[in-house]
């Protein structure tokens, strides 16, 4: 079984991410993760945009992925979003990017994108690293 395979296996338990909302796993690699969502109606908000939640949600479940494949799991502690755009495209990607690993703690960056190459946000996190029961 592969990584990506063993990934989307694992993660098919977190249904608000794959099932609600509807994000697939398309990369796994050390330190990093690209996720991706084709976008529909359940994501817009009242006015017919994006919710700015569905950003959140592919960001935080990017940097699960990129944490959670070793023998710890890791939670996130702190995490900040900054907008930048609203999304154009049909399809929003997601990749998380390791910029610091520590014995404990862990920095990560995760940049949201449309399938036009607009830089939609910008989500930093901070985890924690915990054992397995």
């Not at 960056?109 to 930093?124: E, F, K, M, P, R």
């Amino acid at each position: 079984m592969t990584e990506l395979e063993r990934a989307r296996e694992f993660f098919a338990g977190d249904l608000y991410a794959t099932e609600a909302t509807g994000i697939v796993i398309d990369e796994v690699g050390d330190g990093y993760a690209k996720v991706s969502l084709s976008l529909d109606s359940r994501h817009q908000n009242a006015v017919g945009h994006v919710m700015g939640g569905v950003m959140f949600t592919m960001a935080d479940f990017a940097f699960a992925v990129a944490t959670n494949r070793g023998e710890s799991i890791t939670v996130s502690t702190v995490a900040q979003i900054s907008h930048l755009a609203s999304p154009k495209g049909k399809v929003l990607y997601a990749e998380s990017r390791l910029v610091k690993d520590g014995r404990r703690t862990c920095f990560y960056q995760v940049d949201v994108s449309d399938d036009t190459g607009t830089l939609i946000a910008t989500v930093t996190f901070c985890g924690t690293k915990i054992l397995k029961n």
